[in-house]
């Protein structure tokens, strides 16, 4: 569980406020105190926890942390923002897109679920078919000078599958296509892949509008 709170450090209790002293941004740190109630006037009505403080009897600098390489300020360069992206994503607002997309994910599985599709995972390292764009090709150790592909679709995959009895698939998978960055063409990209037999199109858009939809809500 995350929060952020205000600790209050008591001169009175000289070991814990000389420790405080010596605190920066990012320090990892263990607090021992009291949650008590801030004063009406110290009151933080934009935090959902500005309403109390702990009034800090021990602290322990669990461990200490140099500069960081990203300002809290936000006026990083996106190329900084990539190359560090394990501390971009401390941000709020990087953090809640993921929870966004886990979530957005989580309603996907249960809408597909319920509509009587199946997720099947599909193979990763498989032969090069000929599709829309280059492969990602990874040499084999065991079979010299052979190599597998990295599927640019489970396309072959999901029509055995119809082939074996399961007519409603599908997936949030993972593809691959080596062609160059543009707005609309990313070399790694996932997607929601889907194949029905029996079905017409206009029942596979009423499926997917719905999804979509209900997603928004």
Do not use: W
Not at 48 to 54: F, L, R
């Amino acid at each position: 569980m995350k929060a952020s709170f205000r600790c209050f450090f008591d001169p009175d209790h000289n070991a814990a406020f000389e420790q405080a002293s010596e605190l920066r941004n990012e320090f990892c740190v263990q607090i021992t105190g009291i949650v008590r109630a801030r004063p009406d006037s110290q009151s933080n009505k934009d935090m959902a926890t500005g309403g109390i403080e702990v009034f800090a009897h021990q602290l322990n600098i669990i461990n200490r942390s140099e500069p960081l390489p990203l300002d809290s300020n936000q006026t990083n360069t996106e190329e900084q923002r990539l190359k560090f992206r394990y501390l971009d994503l401390r941000r709020p607002e990087m953090a809640d897109r993921l929870k966004t997309r886990a979530r957005i994910t989580a309603f996907v599985r249960r809408y597909m679920d319920s509509n009587g599709f199946l997720d099947i995972e599909t193979p990763m390292l498989t032969k090069a078919t000929p599709e829309g764009a280059r492969d990602y090709l990874v040499p084999s150790r065991v079979h010299k000078g052979k190599f597998y592909a990295l599927p640019q679709s489970p396309q072959l995959f999901k029509q055995l599958l119809m082939m074996s009895g399961f007519d409603r698939y599908y997936q949030i998978v993972k593809c691959f296509r080596d062609e160059d960055l543009r707005a609309d063409r990313q070399p790694e990209f996932t997607q929601i892949d889907v194949e029905t037999s029996f079905m017409s199109a206009d029942q596979v858009r009423a499926i997917m509008e719905k999804n979509g939809a209900r997603t928004v809500e």
